[in-house]
């Protein structure tokens, strides 16, 4: 079955460290996004790329960090910078960068201990 | 600039009663308008778009939106409300239609009363 495929679903981290969430897609599609999700709040983007070996900042991409070596994967690095890190992270893809539905994964839960 | 606002950010509904989901957006040009639900711990998925063909667009189990410009509105509703439908819907609007300039609501938690 095509889909995006987020790994771990939870993931536990001490201050200090930088983790990365893993974002795999098969449904061919040209752009990524990374969305961050907190209790009550909408989803806000961090970082998109529309083609491999580009990636652009999106709203919220202080302290994060992204690479988009394969157009099947988009993996997300939170770093010692991101001041908040606990949250919900969700990766989203869409065929094109353009007026397209975007595919959501399950999320990942970061939770910094 | 575009935004959007989710009046109430929990709704209560009996088993089979009507479902109404209130969104209003703020937009400098016609809009891009979309309706998602999450499941606990889980992704987003498409309920429904609007894309400036018809005012009312039908979405998957069985929910619909009418966009109404005169109020700025994209409402959400079912007619009779089942368990299943308990989730969190989001609201999301966007300029140009494209998924990395998609603006979201805060979310309004839909709990289904036996």
């Known amino acids: 079955d095509g889909g995006i495929t987020q790994s771990p679903k939870y993931l536990f981290r001490k201050e200090g460290q930088n983790v990365t969430l893993s974002c795999e897609q098969n449904?061919?599609?040209?752009?990524m996004y990374w969305y961050r999700q907190d209790p009550g709040q909408g989803l806000r983007l961090i970082y998109y790329?529309?083609?491999?070996?580009?990636?652009q900042k999106g709203d919220i991409a202080e302290g994060y960090s992204v690479s988009r070596e394969k157009k099947e994967s988009f993996p997300l690095t939170v770093t010692s910078a991101q001041k908040n890190p606990t949250a919900f992270y969700l990766c989203?893809?869409?065929?094109?960068?353009?007026?397209?539905?975007?595919?959501f994964g399950q999320g990942t839960r970061l939770t910094v201990v | 600039a575009q935004s959007v606002t989710q009046l109430g950010s929990h709704v209560s509904v009996s088993e089979g009663a009507l479902v109404l989901l209130r969104c209003n957006y703020s937009?400098?040009?016609?809009?891009?308008l979309f309706w998602y639900v999450q499941y606990p711990n889980q992704g987003l998925q498409l309920l429904l778009k609007?894309?400036?063909?018809?005012?009312l667009v039908k979405g998957i189990n069985g929910f619909e939106a009418e966009f109404k410009k005169s109020e700025t509105s994209f409402h959400l509703t079912k007619p009779s409300a089942h368990m299943s439908d308990a989730a969190e819907y989001f609201c999301?609007?966007?300029?140009?239609?494209?998924?990395?300039?998609?603006?979201f609501g805060s979310g309004t938690q839909l709990t289904v009363l036996p």
């Open positions: 989203a893809s869409s065929i094109s960068p353009l007026g397209a539905e975007a595919f």
């Open positions: 449904l061919n599609h040209d752009a």
């Open positions: 790329s529309q083609i491999v070996n580009d990636f």
């Open positions: 937009s400098s040009v016609p809009p891009y």
């Open positions: 609007y894309t400036s063909a018809a005012t």
């Open positions: 999301a609007v966007s300029l140009t239609g494209a998924a990395r300039q998609l603006t």
